[in-house]
């Protein structure tokens, strides 16, 4: 399997998104494989999780970025869970990566 590229953007079944700088920390913020639902690597590829509980990884479950998902999920999130963000405006930027880099920067704790 291969390693995604950092920052990986996780979403849960209710649309929080969480940051992870650090791919291989993931069993620090995952409990079980199943606990996301949707994650995004710093190039917009789709990421799964492996792995028993309490040893969690990630790894790409495709080599084909996904930027239409990854930007309404994101957009979602502003939408709904984003309240303590100044103008709840997802980061504009055009190319996927940076987009990606600006979400994890910009992010704003719920």
Known sequence: MTDPTDPVLLFDEDG???ILHEPALADELLESADEFLEGYDGLGRP???YGEPGHVALA???TEAQGDEVRARVERYYDVFAARHPTRVPPQ?????NFIRA??????EE
């Open 16 to 18: 929080r998104m969480f």
């Open 93 to 97: 930027e055009a190319d996927l990566s």
């Open 60 to 62: 790409l479950a495709s």
């Open 47 to 49: 990421v799964c999780a």
């Open 103 to 108: 979400v994890a920067e910009d992010w704003v």
